[in-house]
T-cell receptor, first 109, second 115 residues
């Protein structure tokens, strides 16, 4: 399977702390994306990083990509209770779009 | 702006009954369309994708089928549901055909429970 692996599976932090989640994939990709899913809802696109980029920022989000290690990380700084959700990495291989296994983040107020 | 609709939002069906889930997209033409299934507490599994009318690719063998009768309509079906078909079904579109690599936009999902 080309499904990506994410760790940790679950993460619980206090409001204000930083949250880091990691994604590993198995084959060369053109870009990697991160999505957020609130419980029982559809997914929302957060950020896209291209294979020729090493780091990208968007608000409180910072994404890194290491193509040599086939891995990416998502850092959420100064977390808020509203950041509680599941986070997924995702990428195309040809026409097919694969998601990682997801990290469930709980931010405790 | 683009909008993606899915219905119904929830569905409870007996084993052996048929299924039809519908997804429609507004505000874009010739989109790539995708059906995913998400089991409870798990990631998304790609079921089908379509790059055009009548063009369906299946990712995994299963009890389900998909059809694309119109450019912006994608239907997920089954003739006889199994217990293992329970899950959260998400439809998405991913940019124009041939323009792969962009973000995907998701519908609100359908929660299917097979009893």
């Amino acid at each position: 399977s080309q499904q990506g692996e994410e760790d940790p599976q679950a993460l619980s932090i206090q409001e204000g702390e930083n949250a880091t989640m990691n994604c590993s994939y198995k084959t060369s990709i053109n870009n990697l994306q991160w999505y957020r899913q609130n419980s029982g809802r559809g997914l929302v696109h957060l950020i896209l990083i291209r294979s020729n980029e090493r780091e990208k920022h968007s608000g409180r989000l910072r994404v890194t990509l290491d193509t040599s290690k086939k891995s990416s990380s998502l850092l959420i700084t100064a977390s808020r209770a509203a950041d509680t959700a599941s986070y997924f990495c995702a990428y195309y291989i040809g026409n097919q779009f694969y998601f990682g296994t997801g990290t469930s983040l709980t931010v405790i107020p | 702006s683009q909008t993606i609709h899915q219905w119904p939002a929830t569905l409870v069906q007996p084993v052996g009954s048929p299924l039809s889930l519908e997804c429609t997209v507004e505000g874009t033409s010739n989109p790539n369309l995708y059906w995913y299934r998400q089991a409870a507490g798990r990631g998304l599994q790609l079921l089908f994708y379509s790059v055009g009318i009548g063009q369906i690719s299946s990712e995994v063998p299963q009890n389900l089928s998909a059809s694309r009768p119109q450019d912006r309509q994608f239907i997920l079906s089954s003739k006889k549901l199994l217990l293992s078909d329970s899950g959260f079904y998400l439809c998405a579109w991913g940019g124009e055909a041939g323009g792969m690599g962009g973000e995907q936009f998701f519908g609100p999902g359908t929660r299917l429970t097979v009893l």
